[in-house]
């Protein structure tokens, strides 16, 4: 980035020639066109190679083109006509052309930092060039992210931050995703921008110190991951929707539309929009059903990946459904002991524990967990899954050294495997902290779930039902602390988050509305708290049913609180007052199954979620973050569930 004679821009025509020229002397990255090109036609003025240009191609800039000098020259000019086809006659500011590559004086920081912020709100579009798909280069580079963080501190009413990539790298994200999503969670795990890398080691140390008076590098590194969590999924969509409108062949018996279609789901889901993960998976079983018969070993696949979502949608019975058609297929074809089974059998362990059916539940994880230690031995991620999962109910039960010794054996595992900034490490962590908070060691349980929320507000963004969870959690260690405004705070941002995401008939924000009519009954809002007790109560007698447990638990709460409020219209029993404290339990693993459709979802683990009250120890249903799944939650609260 050199001096810069105005915010002027060019039109597609001079980046076209430009190209040419380039590929005539066999330049590839911009550095190289630079040197090549825009140099050698500016050495005699000295000048910016805008200023070489007819007056007719070039104008006040409409466009601002975010891009990395160590790219093909080509994919950028790629990615602006893609935007040009879209939207004729835009004019681009390129550094390349705008900025005089003769003068390495370059302005002082302080521009960029004002002058330069000011200017891209009034181009009003940073277009970013993206590229590799599964290693995006700007997320590497200093200037890039120092762009987007302009970008992203202007706002999105004045300005539209668009990101595109070059069509090879489409088609390669297609195909990269039609064998597994986890290369987007991989390259948001990577979003370290105190990591990043500029030319210049002086403008690297400004841009550094221009983040941390600005958002901070923890802040920012949340934010473009949240940035790029929606990006990719959105394009996951729409490359569904392009090969369908595009292609001149019948897709419904096209098992690689399956593939692909089955991993949109799967990424869909493991981002919380379960409805839209629901409808890819079931369009992925259409398809299988009627090329493989309905009992193939890729039905159970799907069926499997199905359960997940439903679970996460808190729909248990028809999670069970779908389960129990996997696992016929899967014990009548790889046998009882198989490590297939074994995937199903926890996932089902799962359902019956949302239901609150726990003994079920233990008797499913024990059996998984018998076969995982025979095939896997003790140090693999899918036998911690199941230590995991256990510890959940251990917890639930009162036996805390028991499940504090599980979740360290599954926390070392997964350190061990996946590294620090994984979700499934966020998972442990945030139900450890729940043990701690039943064991009213509040300050510990908190700097657990701090930990945890590190990793969820980078991965996943705060706008995901995960990450909801532990805000949720913590509101509950702040009210346990009569840190009250803190508490408040906490828990509504869960909530917030959880009725947009959500909506608000769902069992996890049930599980908020009555963890916030403890805070405001133990801070003597009599009226607030009878009202998020019945919204609490309908959610769970409707969903779950009058004779669950969660649902008694809230009435008896109801109940309680109506007597205190003078309100007759309700019946039930008094009993003790708490908020729920819920327990995620994320699940999260891959296993093989078909050549075309190679990874499946399946249960990796829990993640609990805790709410405000002292005593009991209960259940709580949520969605849960990193697999399309979600596990039933456990409480140490006086808990209404």
């Known amino acids: ?168 790298q489409q088609v ?25 890398l500029a030319f210049s080691q002086e403008d690297q140390q400004n841009i550094f110190g221009a983040v941390e008076q600005s958002v901070g590098f923890a802040e920012l590194n949340s934010r473009v991951s949240e940035l790029m969590r929606s990006w990719f999924v959105e394009q996951g969509v729409q490359g569904v929707a392009k090969l369908e409108h595009g292609s001149a062949t019948d897709l419904s018996c096209d098992m690689t539309f399956a593939a692909l279609c089955g991993q949109v789901g799967s990424m869909l889901s493991r981002f919380g929009d379960f409805a839209r993960a629901l409808e890819y998976h079931r369009r992925c079983l259409d398809i299988k059903e009627k090329v493989n018969g309905v009992e193939h070993s890729s039905i159970a696949v799907s069926c499997n990946n199905l359960g997940l979502v439903c679970v996460g949608r808190g729909d248990y019975d028809q999670a069970l459904a779908y389960y129990n058609r996997a696992l016929a297929i899967r014990e009548k074809q790889c046998g009882e002991d198989s490590a297939k089974v074994a995937t199903v059998v926890g996932n089902m362990a799962i359902a019956y524990r949302q239901k609150g059916q726990d003994e079920v539940a233990l008797a499913h994880y024990r059996r998984a967990l018998a076969i995982k230690e025979k ?39 997964r350190i061990k495997c996946l590294g620090e900034a994984h979700p499934s490490v966020a998972q442990t962590y945030n139900n450890m902290a729940v043990v701690y908070d039943n064991l009213e060691q509040y300050v510990k349980a908190l700097e657990f779930y701090s930990k945890a929320l590190a990793i969820k507000e980078k991965v996943y963004g705060k706008e995901h039902p995960s990450t909801a969870e532990t805000y949720d959690n913590m509101g509950q260690a702040h009210h346990s602390l009569n840190h009250s405004d803190k508490a408040l705070y906490f828990l509504t941002l869960a909530l917030g988050i959880k009725e947009r995401l959500l909506g608000t008939q769902h069992i996890s924000t049930a599980e908020t509305y009555a963890n916030l009519a403890k805070y405001y009954e133990d801070h003597g809002r009599e009226q607030l708290a009878d009202s998020f007790h019945r919204k609490a109560y309908a959610i769970f007698n409707a969903i779950l049913g009058p004779s669950h447990k969660k649902s008694l638990r809230s009435q008896r709460q109801q109940t309680h609180q109506s007597a205190k409020t003078g309100d007759e219209d309700t019946t039930g029993t008094v009993g003790e007052a708490g908020g729920v404290r819920e327990e995620q339990h994320g699940v999260q693993q891959q296993i093989n199954s078909t050549a075309i459709e190679k990874k499946e979802q399946v249960q990796q683990g829990t993640e609990q979620s805790k709410l405000g009250a002292h005593n009991t120890v209960s259940q709580v249903t949520t969605t849960h973050p990193t697999a399309v799944q979600s596990n039933a939650p456990h409480s140490r609260a006086c808990s209404l569930l």
């Open 172 to 196: 390669a994200f297609l195909g990269g995703l039609g064998k597994s999503h986890l290369s987007a969670i991989d390259a948001l795990v990577n979003v370290k921008t105190e990591e990043s």
């Open 1 to 168: 980035k050199t001096n810069h004679t105005s915010m002027l821009g060019v039109r597609i025509g001079v980046l076209r020639g430009l190209l040419e020229a380039a590929r005539e002397q066999g330049l590839t990255t911009t550095k190289e066109v630079c040197d090549g090109v825009v140099l050698e036609r500016t050495a005699e003025k000295q000048c910016a190679f805008v200023e070489t240009v007819g007056v007719g191609d070039v104008g006040e800039a409409t466009v601002f083109v975010s891009h990395a000098w160590s790219y093909a020259f080509g994919d950028s000019v790629d990615v602006i006509e893609q935007y040009e086809a879209e939207n004729p006659g835009s004019v681009y500011w390129f550094d390349l052309v705008v900025n005089n590559q003769h003068d390495t004086s370059a302005r002082p920081f302080e521009w960029w930092c004002t002058t330069f912020q000011q200017s891209i709100e009034t181009i009003g579009t940073v277009l970013l060039v993206l590229a590799p798909w599964d290693n995006p280069v700007p997320l590497t580079r200093s200037w890039c992210l120092f762009e987007i963080m302009c970008s992203l501190n202007a706002g999105a009413d004045k300005v539209q931050l668009t990101i595109r990539m070059p069509e090879e």
């Open 375 to 413: 095939l896997y031995g003790e140090s693999h991620l899918s036998t911690a899954a199941t230590y995991q999962n256990m510890a959940v109910i251990f917890d639930q039960q009162g036996r805390y050294d028991q499940a504090l010794g599980l979740y360290s054996k599954a926390l070392g595992v």
